[in-house]
T-cell receptor, first 111, second 115 residues
């Protein structure tokens, strides 16, 4: 069964810390992996998309890596800010365009 | 470029009533998806359309849920009759080509509460 797991489920940190969110998946044969942000009561905002042939993607203070052989991805957030507080979802495409989501990491950054 | 539009944003109904949600994808996107997100969980795919044809509806509870995408643009998702466990956020997403590797873009969702 294809599954996506995210650790930790929740994280609370002071402003300024560098963070690592983890995502693991059960099958190395993937098309791509996406990291999303979800604010309370809102839809999903795509942060980074990593194709299966890529090792990492960067956008501003965010960096996502992909290791297919070990079935893992990490989202690195540098110099966290209160505005980063949200739920972060990892989603894996095991077949053409069918995304399987993890349950998310709920992040709170306090001043 | 306008994003994925959904309406209504919120809906409260009694169990056994029917409800319908509407989605307008990003212009030109061939593939449209409906997801169900129960509180505390990640979204789960209900149905995927490629233009106006169904690609995957394996997780759609077909005894009560139905969806259509007439003319390959807008889509509606209907629940009839609703159950308490249908309370969730229903998310619509679209992608350009519907092939492996396409990025999906999500709408704001419709929050359904079944009493």
């Amino acid at each position: 069964k294809q599954e996506v797991t995210q650790i930790p489920a929740a994280l609370s940190v002071p402003e300024g810390e560098n963070l690592v969110l983890n995502c693991s998946f059960t099958d190395s044969a993937i098309y791509n992996l996406q990291w999303f942000r979800q604010d309370p009561g809102k839809g999903l905002t795509s942060l980074l998309l990593i194709q299966s042939s890529q090792r990492e993607q960067t956008s501003g203070r965010l960096n996502a890596s992909l290791d297919k052989s070990s079935g893992r991805s990490t989202l690195y957030i540098a110099a966290s800010q209160p505005g980063d507080s949200a739920t972060y979802l990892c989603a894996v495409s095991f077949s053409a365009d069918k995304l399987i989501f993890g349950t998310g990491t709920r992040l709170q950054v306090f001043p | 470029e306008a994003g994925v539009a959904q309406s209504p944003r919120y809906k409260i109904i009694e169990k056994r009533q029917s409800v319908a949600f509407w989605c307008n994808p990003i212009s030109g996107h061939a593939t449209l998806y409906w997801y169900q997100q129960i509180l505390g969980q990640g979204p789960k795919l209900l149905i995927q359309f490629q233009n106006n044809g169904v690609v995957d509806d394996s997780q759609l509870p077909k005894d009560r849920f139905s969806a259509e995408r007439l003319k390959g643009v807008d889509s509606t998702l209907k629940i009839q009759p609703a159950k308490l466990e249908d309370s969730a956020v229903y998310l619509c997403a679209s992608s350009p080509r519907g092939l492996g590797g396409s990025e999906q873009f999500f709408g704001p969702g419709t929050r359904l509460t079944v009493l």
